[in-house]
DNA sequence: TGATGTGAACTCCTTCACAGCG
DNA sequence: CGCTGTGAAGGAGTTCACATCA
């Protein structure tokens, strides 16, 4: 490991952020969204691997654990630079390095869940976020039965003080769990609040300035998605009954074929 | 494929929706995932908006409720076939019928969950995949603590029990909320119980037969991505001061950059 | 007239295939 | 020789702009 040859590539430690900025800044620029989710996912890899004393890992390898093929794995972390070595693989620490570089990991996060129902009580103790370097540190909500209580040693809040305390706290991430209405709402204070990007989990779009990032997760519409699947895989399936096709099909309904496996 | 003369010409009366299955097959293969994701987001709209009895809605309408463009929304709904009227929109009704017919929303579905931590338990206790037609019928875990506990009403079970409960309860969609070791086991258990759609929380890939269509949530990749967009901003704000190392920057503040284009 | 529906151009992403290097 | 890194080809998805029709 480290078998790195000309020292022009510093090691990477969090303190300092080396590299020229008019550099980082093309190559940021240039990165696809495509690669940088998938950059996160070879992370994780990575960091499963990197406790196993593997120091090295051939694309092949590291796209096979990621679920892709090694073209577009080479091609992702081209974007990086260069710090594979021909004949051998990547070696895993500088990769996790420059992967972390990258997604901007090296900052200090901070995440505030706004909606402490279901969806944010998990969240909000949901082990996942700190462990990866996103603590969450402020809770907020509307309703008077929860402020005051604590999540993993966290205060719930009135939404009022999001301004305040987002401001404070420094953060940088925030988390709506809450219903539809009042999303909106919530997504202004914290946009008020200096946040910048947007965890959204309320089935609503989103209204923000052009300078917020927002992401959505909608659980039903991936529900949907996988129910379109099940809806096209039954209907390549259907035999085609030659007679179907004349025949008055009420379809209001679709047909109910289930092939057992 | 199978080459279908146009034989059968769809007639299209408001009352009821015919269609013969053959183009509804060659249809539903067709329609792009990235339109199919879209779908399942103006379904939700329209269903908002059928409420207020709005009869009828233009692509730019819908198309800003949606948070897309007008033209890529009427480049999806022609997918589904013409259902608008030139001059007028979209009938809002019929809409609803045919998006809910393309996605299988007409056929019944039935969720197991899997893993029955934070996210498990808020999952199983949501109301939003209910009211959306994905009743959640079983939930399993390992823990002996959990077993025979109730939430909203379902039991959990043992996840020796998938194969035999979910087969008896037809479950079309399993949801894996487990952590990450444990979450192929359990994937092979609903796979081999006939579950041929999964929803996957925990944080790995999931090996499956092609048969069986997977859709991973990793909200940690979520974070990381929208890190990206913080760490690319900054460097696209940060003025070019070649030797600035950020992590000192006083970040409390927000520089009140917007960047017109 | 005014909105839909759609070929065509364009942009973005993926895959191929192989040169280049350790 | 083996594996990375990458131009070039291919495919998917988006946007444009306008013919078309209620």
């Not at 420094?170 to 709506?176: A, E, L, S």
């Not at 209907?235 to 092939?259: F, K």
């Amino acid at each position: 490991m480290t078998a790195q040859p000309e020292g022009v590539e510093p090691r990477v430690d969090q303190a300092a952020v080396p590299v020229d900025v008019p550099a980082a800044r093309e190559r940021a620029r240039a990165i696809p969204e495509a690669t940088v989710a998938r950059l996160a996912v070879y992370l994780r890899v990575l960091l499963g691997r990197g406790d196993d004393r593997v120091a090295t890992l051939s694309s092949e390898e590291l796209a096979h654990a990621a679920g892709v093929n090694s073209a577009k794995l080479r091609k992702d972390l081209s974007y990086l630079g260069s710090y594979g070595t021909r004949g051998v693989g990547y070696d895993v620490d500088i990769l996790i390095g420059e992967i972390e570089r990258t997604l901007g990991l090296t900052r200090k996060h901070s995440v505030a869940v706004v909606g402490i129902g279901n969806l944010g009580h998990a969240l909000a103790g949901y082990g996942g976020f700190a462990s990866r370097g996103f603590p969450v540190t402020a809770l907020f909500d509307v309703d008077e039965d929860l402020i005051g209580i604590r999540i993993a040693g966290i205060e719930v809040r009135h939404i009022d003080q999001i301004p305040d305390a987002c401001a404070a706290l420094d953060v940088t991430i925030g988390v709506i769990a809450t219903p539809g209405d009042g999303a909106q709402d919530v997504c202004d204070l914290l946009v008020k609040a200096g946040v910048r990007c947007i965890l959204n989990f309320a089935p609503v779009v989103l209204q923000v300035p052009e300078h917020v990032e927002v992401r959505k997760v909608d659980l039903a519409v991936e529900l949907q998605i996988l129910s379109f699947h099940v809806a096209r895989r039954e209907l390549a399936e259907e035999p085609l009954t030659g007679s179907s096709i004349g025949t008055e099909e009420p379809l209001t309904e679709l047909p109910p074929v289930v092939v057992a496996p």
